[in-house]
């Protein structure tokens, strides 16, 4: 059974600075996305990752990924509060098309 | 950019009663849809993975008979709620897959919030 973690499960942040989310799964992956959750809103896809290595980046938000340790990072870089809002990792088991979400990641931008 | 309806976006309803909720892809053809619940300050838990003109496969733990699903065409799934009772309230999202098996994206729509009294 696949199963994906994240950690922190809450970020506190303060304008300006830099943080990291972090999405561990337990079994090999297809491919590995990022969405953004605003309250009482659906999900915003942010990025996917389909290979080791790769990285993407979107503004202030770097994601990557390594197969290998079954690990991707959600970096996020000079904080601002626009960005305030819950973060999810989900992972696709390989040659599957489901996807299992990791526990999310609320993050508040404090000023 | 491919987009997805739901409807109602809310809905309150009195225990007992049957709840359908629509999702439809409105600019693609969906091979495969799916549907999650989402408790308050929790994760989206898969329900259900829907392909046209076949019944739906349900994840370990979800009643079929409770949650019925229907996908009549390429575009439109339906879950109804049956026999709604206050611990079903939650916020209901529904995804539509389309593309090849390695390139597949899902896409998701805006939720339905169902509240049971």
């Known amino acids: 059974e696949l199963k994906v973690e994240q950690n922190p499960l809450f970020l506190s942040m303060q304008e300006g600075k830099n943080y990291t989310i972090y999405c561990n799964y337990s079994?090999?992956?297809?491919?590995l996305y990022w969405y953004r959750q605003d309250p009482g809103k659906s999900l915003e896809s942010l990025f996917v990752?389909?290979?080791?290595?790769a990285v993407k980046q979107e503004g202030r938000l770097m994601a990557s990924l390594d197969t290998k340790a079954r690990l991707s990072t959600l970096h996020i870089t000079a904080a601002v509060h626009d960005l305030s809002a819950t973060y999810f990792c989900?992972?696709?088991?390989?040659?599957?098309?489901?996807?299992?979400f990791g526990g999310g990641t609320r993050v508040l931008v404090k000023p | 950019g491919a987009v997805v309806s739901q409807h109602p976006s809310r809905v309150i309803c009195k225990s007992g009663t049957s709840v359908k909720i629509e999702c439809r892809s409105l600019?693609?053809?969906?091979?495969?849809m799916f549907w999650y619940r989402q408790f308050p300050k929790q994760s989206l838990m898969l329900m259900a993975t829907?392909?046209?003109?076949?019944?739906?496969?349900?994840e370990q733990g979800v009643e079929k008979d409770k949650f019925l699903i229907n996908h009549a065409s390429l575009t439109l799934s339906t879950l109804t709620v049956t026999s709604a009772h206050p611990e079903d309230s939650s916020f209901y999202i529904c995804?539509?897959?389309?593309?090849?098996?390695?390139?597949?994206?899902?896409?998701f729509g805006p939720g339905t919030r169902l509240t049971v009294l």
């Open positions: 995804s539509a897959r389309t593309g090849t098996a390695f390139t597949d994206t899902q896409y």
């Open positions: 079994t090999t992956s297809d491919r």
């Open positions: 990752l389909l290979s080791n290595g």
């Open positions: 989900a992972v696709v088991k390989a040659a599957g098309n489901k996807l299992t």
């Open positions: 600019d693609f053809q969906a091979t495969t």
């Open positions: 829907s392909n046209e003109g076949s019944k739906a496969t349900y």
